[in-house]
């Protein structure tokens, strides 16, 4: 049965990725689906795209391309000489988040990220907005207020696992 497990969260694990350069700021809602589909940040998100500066795209690109990556030649905003395609984010056995940058379903950069604490921008956002729906926690540093919920940091250290220092 384990080995089932991995291969169900791999598997989970290679559909889930967004744009590069969407900064999540806001969960959506479900958009009128049943069910909802799965999103690579865990929910539908609003927010900004960083590629142009325009601000936020209209809500039915977000949920279409920004939420979902590969937006390539179908987004106007994308730009042709972009590294990446899509970012994804996973969790690893011992608690540490990684995020992935593809280009043509290929990964072009990968490593550990601090979603609390990452200056790079969407990146972290990303980061946070996968955290917040993972663990059902804001990723912040701080605690949070009692009516809020825990913190990040509470919520894994909790578990026994440290994904910020």
């Given at each position: 049965?384990?080995?089932?497990?991995?291969?169900?969260?791999?598997?989970?694990?290679?559909?889930?990725?967004?744009?590069?350069?969407?900064?999540?700021?806001?969960?959506?809602?479900?958009?009128?689906?049943?069910?909802?589909?799965?999103l690579?940040?865990?929910?539908?998100?609003?927010?900004?795209c960083?590629?142009?500066?325009?601000?936020?795209?209209?809500?039915?690109?977000?949920?279409?391309?920004?939420n979902?990556?590969?937006?390539?030649?179908?987004?106007?905003?994308?730009?042709?000489?972009?590294?990446?395609?899509?970012?994804?984010?996973?969790?690893?056995?011992?608690?540490?988040?990684?995020?992935?940058?593809?280009?043509?379903?290929?990964?072009?950069?990968?490593?550990?990220?601090?979603?609390?604490?990452?200056?790079?921008?969407?990146?972290?956002?990303?980061?946070?907005?996968?955290?917040?729906?993972?663990?059902?926690?804001?990723?912040?540093?701080?605690?949070?207020?009692?009516?809020?919920?825990?913190s990040?940091?509470?919520?894994?250290?909790?578990?026994?696992r440290?994904?910020?220092?």
């Open positions: 049965m384990r080995g089932v497990t991995y291969l169900l969260a791999y598997r989970l694990w290679i559909c889930s990725m967004a744009c590069p350069f969407f900064r999540p700021l806001r969960r959506l809602d479900s958009g009128g689906w049943t069910p909802a589909p799965r690579p940040l865990g929910g539908a998100w609003g927010g900004e960083s590629a142009d500066g325009a601000g936020e795209p209209p809500e039915p690109i977000q949920r279409d391309l920004c979902s990556g590969y937006a390539r030649g179908r987004c106007e905003r994308f730009p042709a000489n972009a590294i990446a395609d899509a970012v994804r984010f996973s969790i690893t056995p011992s608690g540490r988040l990684i995020y992935i940058l593809e280009q043509d379903h290929a990964p072009v950069e990968h490593g550990e990220i601090d979603a609390a604490h990452d200056p790079r921008e969407p990146l972290a956002s990303q980061a946070r907005a996968f955290m917040e729906n993972r663990l059902g926690v804001a990723a912040t540093a701080q605690p949070a207020s009692p009516k809020r919920g825990r990040l940091r509470a919520a894994l250290e909790h578990n026994g440290s994904v910020v220092p």
